[in-house]
Each structure stands twice: as C-alpha cells, then as structure tokens.
C-alpha cells in the first residue's frame, strides 16, 4: 500500500465550520504555557529549534570575534598584541567553538526546525528530550565562554591532545572546563539525533515513502545515524580524560608510565574528529539540494544518487579517521589503507556535484542569494576537496601536518562545504522564521563580500603552510618572510567581519521591518512552504496526504489531508517505516518545566565533575527525583482518555472516510 | 494556508486507528532501541580501549603486589563468583520475558508481579556487582589495566541503576494509578533494556574475566 492507493480511495470533503472550529482547538492545544516558566518549558519543536539556531550565530560571532583577534595579532611578525598564553586559549576556544558550539547544534537546530515541517507533522517524537538536549548544550557552550572570560580557558587546542591536556601538563582547570563542554554538547547532539531518527522513521504525512522523503531531511537522518556512532567515542574520551585529570580518581588510560596508551587519545578524538567534519557537511549538503530544485525551478537530477552519495560519505567517513595521525607511529599498512579510503571518499561528493551541476544546467534559474551563495560553495567547497586529496597522500602529508595548508584546507571545507550553504539556507528559509524576508541587495552583497573576504584570508594560508609556517604560534620573526601573506590574511579577516556585519543588521532589521512574505515566497516544492509565513505553532492545521517526491509541485487539486486526530490533546498520524501507511495516533506530552529541571542538574553534576568524584553519585541520586518528576507529569495532565484496546481495532486498510458536506 | 485552501479537500479519517501499538509500530521502541544503539557503541569503544591496553602492556597481567610487601600475588581475575552472577544474569531473563508476555496479554497481575520479581533481581545484581569489582584485584588507580576494567564494570552498573529506577517509576505508578495502555508499552521496552543488559554483559564478562586468561 503506497500513497497514490490512499488517495485513491477518498471520498469525502470539509466543511468549512468544521474547519474553523478545530483550528481553534488546535491553536489552545499546541499553545505554550504563559510567562517565563511556559518559556522554559516549551516543547515546540521550532521555537526550540530557533532557540539552537540562535544561540549557534551567537556562539559564531564570538567565535569570529576570536578568529578577528588572531588575525590582528598575526597580521604584522614579532607583534604583541596577545601574549602566547592569551593566544592559545584563544585559537583553542575558537577551535572549540566553531566545531562544537556552532557548527553541530546549528545543523542540529534546523534539522529540529524544519525535519517535522518538512514530512508533514506537528511535532518531533520525544518533545521533551528535545527542550533538555537544548538546555545541556546551552550550559555546555556557557562553561566554556565562562573559562575563557575568566582567563583560564581551554589552552590544549580543540582536540586537547595528551599529555599535553593530562595531569601531568594541563595546569588547573583549564581542559576540564574544555571535557565537561565536550560531555554536555554531545549530550545534546545525541538526544536531537535519536529524536530526529525516530521523528523521520514514524511520524511522515501518509504517502510519503521512503522514496519521496526531502533530501534535507535525509541528509538530517544520515547525520544522525553518523552521531550515534561518532560522539559516543568523543565523549568517552573526554570522560576518561577527565578521570585522568582528577586527582582522587586518577586512572591511568592516557599514561604511558602505568600502560596507558596517549595515541589512544587521538584515535578516540579522530574516530569522532573525522566524522564530525561530516556530520557537519551532509546537512549541509541537504540543504544545497534544497536549494537548488527550488530555484533551478526543476525536479532534483539523480534523487536516488544523491541520497546513496550521502550514506557512501557516511560510512566511508568512519574509516579515514587514521588521516590526522599520519605522523604517529602506526604502522605504514595501515596508514596507506587510510591514504587509500582517504581518497575514495572524493568519489560520492563528485557524484553529489554532477547531480547538482545537471540539476542547474537543465533549469531555469531564479537567481536569488540563496542561489548566490550555493554557487560561491561549489567555488571553495570544491577547491577545499582537492586539497583534501592531496592531504591524504602519505608523504605529501608529512610534510604539511600541521602547517597552514591544513588550516587553509579545513576552513575551505568547513566554511565553504558548511557555513556557505547554511547562509544560503538562513535566506531561503527565514520567511519560515517570522513571517518576512530577508533584504536580496543587502544578501546578495553579504554573499560576495564574504566569497572574496573568504579567498583573501585563506588562499594565502595555502602559500603560507607550503612555505613553512606552523599552525598554532603566536608571532613569527621578520625575517621569515611571511609577513606579506598574513597581511592580506588579517585585511580578509576584516572583509568577512563586515560582510557578517552586513548579515546581522540585515536579519535584525528585516526581522521587524522586512518585505512581508507569503506562504511560499520561492515557490519551493516541500511541505513547509505550504503553511503560512511564520507557521501557526500547531504547524499543520490537517497533515496532508503527500502524492509525489516534490509534494506542493506534485499535488493535485484536491489533495486529501488527514482529519479524525483528536483536537483537544496533541496527536498526529504516525505511519509505516517504509510506505507511510497510517499505523495509528500517537499523543506526544505537553510542555513541562522537568527538562530543564533535569538539565540544571545534568549540568551542575558534570560541572562538580571537575573537582569531585562525588558529584556522579549525588547527582544521580538528583536525577532519579528529577526524572521521576518528568515522568509522572507525562502521564498526569496530557495523557488521552483511556480506551481500551478491544475498542480500537488493529489497523488493516485505511479507515473507511466520512462524507461532510462542503458548504454552497 | 487559509481555511478557505482546505475547502473542498478529500479526507483520510484516521479515528478509528489505535492509540497504542507495540514493538516496531510503536514510537518509544524505536526511541529505546537508538538509545541502546548509543550504548551499544559506548561498550564497543570500551572493548577497543581494553585492547588497546592489552597492547601497551609488554607484560600482561601487570604484577599484582601486597600493599608495603615485596610479596608477588597471582594478578588473575577470580572466575567462580562472577561466573555464578553470569548465570545469575541469565535466569533473570525468566522474570523480564514473564513480564513481557504480560504486558501483551494485558495481564494486570502478571505486570506488577513480573516487576517486583525483575526489580528484586536487579537489586541483587547490584549488590553482586560490588563483590565482582573486588575479584578484579586491582584498583582503578593501580594501571591502565585496573582503570579499563573499573570503567567497563561500572558503565554497566550505571545501566543496572538506571534500569532500577525505570523499574521503580513504574511499579509506583502501576499500585498507585494502576496500569493504562501507555504503561504496558512502557513495560515491554523496559524489558527490551533488560535483555539488552544481560546480552551485553555475556561479552563483557567475556572480555575482563576470561581475557586476561586468553589475550
């Protein structure tokens, strides 16, 4: 049983009294509690989603504002702007804040945001988690601006490599502030992941099998699945480190004296490090896509390729972690193996780039910035790929560890495979946001400012690293030479920072005072363009009956929606993993203050983690009472009449459909 | 969309449709079994790290000495005690599988008994846990080797609190509000988290009581 069978078999229609009246219900039922503990408490998946974009553009701009002092202090050699520890702790939490704080949740955030619009539902699966996944990493990202405020941040680099970062090296609380963001981040991701999964596997409009899913969403499934294989190992290493560190507990896993092993410490690091790097790029390739059908005005060339190109990325991204260890001592077998896996992985994202470029050739384009800044990704996504060949070759790696051709290759990847397409989707889906649009002229210079502020900065880093000069030092001597190169680095620092500028005026300006925009402004094909701009917070007032891959493009006029789920509590449709059949109803909880309850505990238990052992079991003797509380009022204010099962017959065929008269 | 866009439209009623399924039809199975999958690939790190352990230490067992004595002792893990609480894991899966059968067949009395009866066990392999960490003979603090172990045994014992907890949450709700269709899905997927428990402990024990006698 497929969609275009559901649809076949309808008979009735709606009536319009009928329609206001559970409108109304729907907007009491799906409403969030009033004043600040209903703020706390929501579980609406786009407010939270928001909150984690949000606070992600924050934590990038403080991040930037790191990346700007770096600049200055490099722009001249022999400069003393920062002192060297001033520097490291600067770079570290830099490092730290981009990949942990920044790019990860804000995936995260427009995957919450957008998954459940986007397959037709109202809700993610677990409401709840999803409210306390936010709260952990927003104390998890405080932690670690709180370190860096008080002057003893993080100084060990983003990956804190033993012993550098053990108790023997790592002088006071420094990396602990560093392992404790970790566990709480990765919490996070966690929780959003299995959520996310669920949500896509169970909650789907009828119709839409598994064949007809957004690539955006299953670029968020892809990346979830990444996740729970992935951060596990991150968040084990930084427990363990930890451990390590503390001194009433002070296992030995990193020390070499007692067997220990530190080059463990990196392929735990790497085996999540490396993944991560994909975690944060297939989303963003969702996203791409997106953009791409949508103002190439077509269907997407090669569907199936490009969501097989992401699950290839994904697994393959499991086995090239050995690539950042090029310079340890492991065995040179297994270092070419990785060299070779390494660079297997340029094949699915080629694949990705062909669809892509056969989608845009055969379109007719609608050249709006989100398209603009699509473009400047494949200009340094692609180029970012092809230093990333080189840089698994073996010897040529050897050579160039650690200098800044890597750096220059990562932030090409990074920003153009990353941050490029998360622009381009920010104007693309901020009607969705509140209700207006983004400025095109002030977008479209906000795009080249920032393309050519990005190459100024980063090509020369291409030259610096072949010449010579090393990641991570505070000032360099004149005669070296590299003092024209940073130059124009640190003056393409200054042209991003302004075209960032240029962004942030313009969504704070457009977000009170913006063009108003209609309920699909782009003419786009996903579902979420077929609600009002901004979305009602019980999203869809009747989930639809999806009839094609493209489901506003291939949807016929009279296209059925789902009616019979209760109005009074909040229930949507769940169906079949595979063809979306209607399985049976499924009530999700209210919002509820426990999830942050939990999350301050789950918070103050990592943070006492740091200076006691003890803090594990009292704060889990504090959890059991926290999420007994969470449970009980699960199942006390929001739980549907019971009935029992006899009552509701087990599912077969679609329910037998109603007729109501349409009004004259 | 307006309401006006929905005029007209075909509908699917879906008000006859459940309220509750089980298994792999139900949302909370699939929750539970991702989570699982998160601990699955905690354990596996775990195991990679003892083996890596293994490799760093040129001579495996590390000595094992008396406190203050130049005395050497046999630095093996007992086997009699944590073999007897293997077999002990697995007669609890009698009790879980009971009250998984129970939850389906809407057996009230069935549920709460199987509870009570899982919890006990569960209670019990807690305090056999604490006996299982002295027949390691080291200390965490002592090597690499003590370290790995300690950890493998106390994640897993962080699994046997959790599973008390859930266990005690529902059993207060079932005397106390007795048992609804919500609660018996809740019960058959704490009894997923069960099997899940006693099957990973079969490699674990494996690992950290027959692995010194074999690597």
Same mark, same amino acid.
């Given at each position: ?19 206001? $009246? $559970? ?43 790191? %990346? ?12 003393? =702007? ?9 770079? @570290? ?45 927003l104390f998890g990202g405080l932690l670690l601006f709180f370190g860096l405020l008080l002057n003893i941040g993080p100084d060990a680099g983003w990956f804190a490599y033993v012993p550098l970062s053990g108790p023997e090296y790592g002088i006071g609380k420094r990396v602990d502030l560093w392992s404790q963001m970790v566990s709480l981040t990765e919490i996070s991701a966690l929780i959003a992941s299995a959520n996310i999964i669920v949500t896509v596997m169970k909650l789907r409009a009828p119709g839409m099998s598994l064949n007809r899913i957004p690539l955006f969403v299953w670029s968020e499934v892809i990346t979830a699945v990444m996740v729970i294989f992935a951060m596990p190992a991150v968040m084990i290493g930084s427990s363990l480190l930890s451990m390590d560190r503390l001194t009433n507990v002070s296992t030995h896993f990193f020390n070499q004296a007692e067997g220990g092993d530190p080059i463990m410490w990196q392929h735990l690091f790497w085996f999540f490090g490396h993944p991560e790097v994909y975690i944060i790029f297939i989303p963003a390739t969702g996203m791409v896509s997106m953009i791409i059908t949508a103002f190439s005005r077509r269907k997407t060339f090669g569907y199936t390729a490009l969501v097989l190109t992401m699950v290839a990325t994904a697994f393959i991204g499991f086995g090239v972690w050995v690539h950042h260890m090029f310079v340890t001592p492991l065995p040179q077998l297994g270092q070419s193996i990785f060299t070779a896996s390494s660079m297997l992985i340029v094949v699915p994202n080629g694949v ?15 050249? *709006? ?53 998360? =622009? ?15 400025? +095109? ?36 001597? /004149?005669? @070296?030479? !590299? ?69 506003? !493009? +291939? ?74 509380? !969470? ?21 077969? +065929?679609?329910? $037998?459909?109603? %007729? ?5 | ?8 439209? *075909? ?12 298994? $792999? ?34 001579? !495996?067992?590390? /000595? ?47 549920? *709460?008994?199987?509870?009570?009866? @899982? ?13 299982? =960490? ?82």
């Amino acid at each position: 049983m497929n969609g275009k069978d559901l649809s076949k078999k309808q008979s009735s229609t709606l009536s319009a009294g009928r329609m206001e $009246e $559970e409108r109304l219900a729907l907007e009491q039922t799906w409403a969030d509690k009033p004043g600040i503990i209903g703020w706390l408490s929501t579980t609406d998946h786009k407010r939270v989603g928001f909150r984690m974009i949000f606070t992600a553009f924050c934590f990038f701009v403080f991040g930037g504002i790191l %990346a700007a002092l770096m600049r200055m202090q490099l722009m001249f050699p022999n400069n003393h =702007f920062l002192g060297p520890d001033q520097y490291n702790q600067i770079f @570290t939490t830099h490092g730290s804040t981009m990949m942990f704080l920044f790019a990860v949740p804000v995936m995260e955030g427009m995957g919450i945001y957008f998954v459940p619009l986007m397959i037709g539902t109202r809700t993610l699966a677990f409401p709840r988690l999803n409210i306390l996944g936010y709260y952990t990493y927003l104390f998890g990202g405080l932690l670690l601006f709180f370190g860096l405020l008080l002057n003893i941040g993080p100084d060990a680099g983003w990956f804190a490599y033993v012993p550098l970062s053990g108790p023997e090296y790592g002088i006071g609380k420094r990396v602990d502030l560093w392992s404790q963001m970790v566990s709480l981040t990765e919490i996070s991701a966690l929780i959003a992941s299995a959520n996310i999964i669920v949500t896509v596997m169970k909650l789907r409009a009828p119709g839409m099998s598994l064949n007809r899913i957004p690539l955006f969403v299953w670029s968020e499934v892809i990346t979830a699945v990444m996740v729970i294989f992935a951060m596990p190992a991150v968040m084990i290493g930084s427990s363990l480190l930890s451990m390590d560190r503390l001194t009433n507990v002070s296992t030995h896993f990193f020390n070499q004296a007692e067997g220990g092993d530190p080059i463990m410490w990196q392929h735990l690091f790497w085996f999540f490090g490396h993944p991560e790097v994909y975690i944060i790029f297939i989303p963003a390739t969702g996203m791409v896509s997106m953009i791409i059908t949508a103002f190439s005005r077509r269907k997407t060339f090669g569907y199936t390729a490009l969501v097989l190109t992401m699950v290839a990325t994904a697994f393959i991204g499991f086995g090239v972690w050995v690539h950042h260890m090029f310079v340890t001592p492991l065995p040179q077998l297994g270092q070419s193996i990785f060299t070779a896996s390494s660079m297997l992985i340029v094949v699915p994202n080629g694949v990705q780039i062909f669809c892509w470029m056969a989608t845009l050739w055969t379109g007719k384009w609608n050249l *709006k910035t989100p398209l603009v800044f699509v473009l400047g990704f494949f200009g340094i996504f692609v180029m970012g790929g092809l230093t990333g060949v080189m840089l698994a070759s073996l010897p040529l790696d050897t050579q160039l560890h650690d200098t800044y051709f890597v750096v220059a290759h990562f932030h090409y990847v990074l920003i153009g495979g990353a941050v490029m397409p998360l =622009f381009g989707a920010v104007y693309y889906w901020f009607p969705k946001f509140c209700g207006r649009m983004l400025n +095109e002229t002030a977008g479209i210079f906000h795009a080249v400012l920032f393309f050519i502020g990005f190459e100024l900065v980063f090509f020369p880093m291409h030259i610096l690293g072949l010449i010579g000069m090393p990641r991570r030092v505070y000032t360099y001597l /004149p005669e @070296t030479g !590299w003092g024209d190169l940073n130059l124009i680095a640190s003056i393409g620092a200054s042209v991003m920072a302004i075209a960032t500028a240029v962004f942030l005026v313009n969504a704070v300006y457009c977000w009170f005072r913006g063009k108003v925009a209609p309920a699909n402004p782009w003419g786009a094909d996903t579902l979420e363009w077929s609600l009002p701009s901004p979305t009602p917070q019980y999203g869809f007032q009747y989930i639809p009956v999806v009839q094609g891959r493209h489901a506003i !493009w +291939e949807r016929t006029e009279n296209a059925p929606v789902v009616t019979g789920l209760h109005v009074n509590n909040r229930e949507v449709i769940s169906t079949s993993i595979h063809d979306a059949v209607p399985d049976h109803r499924y009530s999700v909880q209210g919002p509820s203050i426990m999830p942050f309850i939990v999350s301050l505990i789950t918070g103050a238990m990592f943070i006492g983690f740091m200076f006691t052992p003890w803090s594990l079991p009292l704060g889990m003797i504090a959890l059991f009472f926290g999420f007994l509380g !969470w449970f009980w009022s699960n199942s006390v204010e929001h739980r549907p009449p019971y009935a029992p099962l006899e009552d509701n017959p087990i599912y077969e +065929e679609p329910a $037998e459909l109603k %007729a109501v008269e349409a009004p004259a | 969309m307006t309401n006006e866009g929905f005029i007209g439209r *075909k509908t699917l009623d879906v008000s006859t449709l459940p309220s509750t399924t089980f298994d $792999e039809r139900s949302n909370l199975w699939w929750g539970n079994n991702w989570g699982l999958a998160i601990e699955t690939a905690v354990f596996g790190i775990l195991i990679a790290l003892y083996f890596s352990v293994r490799m760093s230490i040129s001579q !495996w067992l590390p /000595p094992r000495t008396t406190p203050g004595l130049p005395v050497l002792q046999n630095p093996l893990p007992d086997l009699t005690f944590p073999t007897i609480v293997l077999v002990l894991f697995l007669i609890s899966l009698a009790p879980a599988i009971y009250l998984d059968i129970s939850a389906r067949r809407k057996d009230v009395f069935g549920m *709460k008994f199987g509870m009570v009866l @899982t919890l006990a066990v569960n209670i019990v392999l807690l305090v056999c846990r604490y006996y299982e =960490f002295d027949a390691l003979h080291f200390k965490w603090n002592d090597n690499a080797y003590g370290s790995v172990t300690w950890t493998i045994l106390g994640m897993h014992m962080i699994h046997l609190f959790v599973m008390a907890a859930e266990d005690l949450y529902i059993l207060l709700w079932a005397f106390i509000k007795g048992i609804d269709d919500k609660h018996r899905l809740d019960i058959t997927v704490a009894a997923v988290y069960w099997y899940w428990i006693v099957g990973t402990w079969i490699f674990l024990y494996i690992l950290v009581f027959w692995g010194p006698r074999i690597l």
